[in-house]
Nanobody, 115 residues
Framework: QVRIVESGGGSVQPGGSLRLSCVVSGNVFRVSDMGWYRQVPGKQRELVARITTVDNTYYVDAVKGRFSISRDNAKNTVNLQMNSLKPEDTAVYYC?????????WGQGTQVTVSS
């Protein structure tokens, strides 16, 4: 059974940085594309960044140049380094694993950017 656990959220001032981590249980991590999504109340969950099994990356325009996604297959971990944070980055951030066209989600971690 797949289990996904996020960590690293918190509160930070504008311009600050946070690093989110996501650990996946089991032995399917290395064959799965991984993504970070975020959601604010009343809005749909949106893709923030994605990394494929061969380390191809994609970023939504709003975070390009500020966020960086990476993966460590030896540790079953995907990270999201978030720099130059803005108040509009405030959201619950979710880790997603795509395996055989099926999506698995973590429970989410809150990121709050406020002065």
């Amino acid at each position: 059974q797949v289990r996904i656990v996020e960590s690293g959220g918190g509160s930070v001032q504008p311009g600050g940085s946070l690093r989110l981590s996501c650990v996946v249980s089991g032995n399917v991590f290395r064959v799965s594309d991984m993504g970070w999504y975020r959601q604010v109340p009343g809005k749909q969950r949106e893709l923030v960044a994605r990394i494929t099994t061969v380390d191809n990356t994609y970023y939504v325009d709003a975070v390009k140049g500020r966020f960086s996604i990476s993966r460590d297959n030896a540790k079953n971990t995907v990270n999201l380094q978030m720099n130059s944070l803005k108040p509009e980055d405030t959201a619950v951030y979710y880790c997603q694993m795509l395996l055989s066209a099926r999506a698995y989600w973590g429970q989410g971690t809150q990121v709050t950017v406020s002065s």
